[in-house]
């Protein structure tokens, strides 16, 4: 089995797309009935601008790369963007109870889904050299949020409490159904670090 890489196309069982569809896609420029090959379209004229400097996040001991699964999804498990004046921010994607290898830790068990997203989070923060004093915000996916916010809640304020942090993250609470039917928690977060050098 080859594993996906972020740049592979899915294969299309169905290679029959609307005409609506081959529409929009010919507008993109792309290929209007056939998947486009990787680099197809150029990036556009930066009229000046500089771009700013980013790269992903990573923290392979405890988490897979997102475009690692069968499925090949793309997106990064987060992204490091640096701005002039010394200023990084990092902005973490959804993550969830998820292992090394991709698969989801603790199916059925909300709090120890929770932990475990904790666990990942902090570790791609410190990736980073950061830590949850850097955050500024928080967005909280549940599955269940009737059922699951009251563990949510005190598993936050626990783990908030012991990390000293002061003034909390702003946060968000949303129910949603999650990628995946076992996964019961998902967390994104934003954090902004400042550069000791002058």
Known sequence: MTKATYFETPVRVDSRYSEAEQAERRALGLP?????ESGLISAPPRLGRKV?????????QVLNEAPDY?????FSR???VELE?????LFLSGTASV????ATLHPGDFRAQCWRTYRNLT???ESELATWHDVVRCTCYLRDIERDYADFNDIRTEFFRALGLDPLPASTGIQVRLCRSDLLVEIE???ILESSGG
């Open 32 to 36: 209007p009935d056939a998947p486009a």
């Open 52 to 60: 700013v400097r980013k790269r992903a996040i990573r923290a392979p």
């Open 70 to 74: 069968p499925q090949a999804v793309s």
């Open 78 to 80: 987060g992204l490091c």
């Open 85 to 89: 004046g010394g200023v990084t921010h």
């Open 99 to 102: 292992g090394a290898d991709g």
């Open 123 to 125: 570790q791609l923060l």
């Open 189 to 191: 977060a934003h954090a």
